[in-house]
């Protein structure tokens, strides 16, 4: 049925991919936001305000596994710290993620760079 | 506080244990994070409710801890699975039905009781059906191996060979279907044949001396060489199944295999017509040879039209795959029956 409802594309199909598509754009970025704010430890609550604060919204849901999952790559180092009565996980750039981020941004400013070209009403001709 | 621990099972309990402990730690501090921060009570459910609704719910959150699924049967090989799995149950069942035609009418002639034949047909069924799941289940979890191990090499940065596609959808071509479907009726077939054939080894000595040599020639050595057939069918179809497509060797092999099970379903009903006269010396009931003989023709009958009827087939589909019109017939998924029907 949902492909019927795909091809039929009514419009609620067409904003349910629509946000799919969102989703997909997000994700990578996501990566970079994390990675951009972590020079200084951080843990995952507090990263999250902070990113929300900047503009970039993340949901906890998603900003939690995506810290581990950095960590298991090596890109995030983490440390648990006592603060009053109990314990949180700090995270902070390893040196391989700093390096991951510096080759990271390269890549995002050339691509929204071309991005931006190629979306240019004009250029079209 | 009951329902954050609540919340913090049902996420870790979708993780694998390894992770549990740490994910569980953080999280618990994370909600408790996010509950100070807007002065909100770990002790009022309301307050918790509403932190653990837009953290999300617990699959979802499970399922950013765990991304590379792992799979013994991945999404594209399930629906394949399930086929493979459906046609050899059916054919368990109606290659038992047979069975259990077949043996009471052989055991009309000496005290009988149905209830222990039925009971030793279940047994040999439920002990088949175990078999041919096992050996399904193994033969995909190999190819989804296989096939995890493959994309994993171009990954690494090996440039892939367009080579490597499989053959077109033709009569070379080796259908994954077909030739799992072939493996797992031979293993089967194997174990069916195997009961058969200890079962007259076992009742030899005490069968009637007229009988004996029948029961040596006809049924046993039919036995050992269906066994021989099927064994060199699953070869095939197994070499067959790794090469992609059927390869001269591998088609000589069918061939063989094909030739052999033909041999002795034409050459059982033979001998039993042959020795008919010794068997009714044996003090044999006149109306239990008869049926033997009927039902060793019957089978025999079936099993050759079938080998034939789809060797011939499967050779005019090669020869006129070219003009079209008969290709699609030999990629449609028709064989199916035909390993199942073979071999035994």
Redesign the interface.
Known sequence: MAKTNATAASPNSQDETIDKLTLELRRGVIVLACLSQLDEPS????LQ?RLAARGMEI????L???L??LEEQGLLGEE?IVEGS????YYRLTDAGTRARAELKEQWDEMSAVLDALLEPKSGG | MELIERYLEAVTTKLQPKRRG??E???R??I???LE?RGLSPDSEADVAAVLA????PS??AA??E?GQQYLIGPGLYPLFRRVIGVTLLTLVGASTLWFAVALVLSGQAEFRAGDLLRDTLETAVGAAVVAVVVIVAVFAWLQRSEVDVSARNRRGEPWDPRSLPALSGPDRASRFDSVVGLVATAVALVILGGIGEGVAEALPGAPAGLRPILRHAVLQGVMLLQAAAALSAVAHAVALMQGRWRPTTRAMRVAADALAVFVFVRAPVELVVHRAALLQADLPRNFVLSLVLTSIVIGAIGTGMIVGLSVRAWRGRYRAPGGRAAPAVSSPVPAPRRSGRNP
């Open positions: 843990y995952g609550y507090e305000q949901e906890q849901g998603t939690y596994p995506l581990r999952r648990w109990r314990p949180r996980k | 740490e994910v730690r953080e999280l501090a994370s408790l994070d996010a921060a837009e953290l999300g719910e979802e959150v950013g801890y991304p």
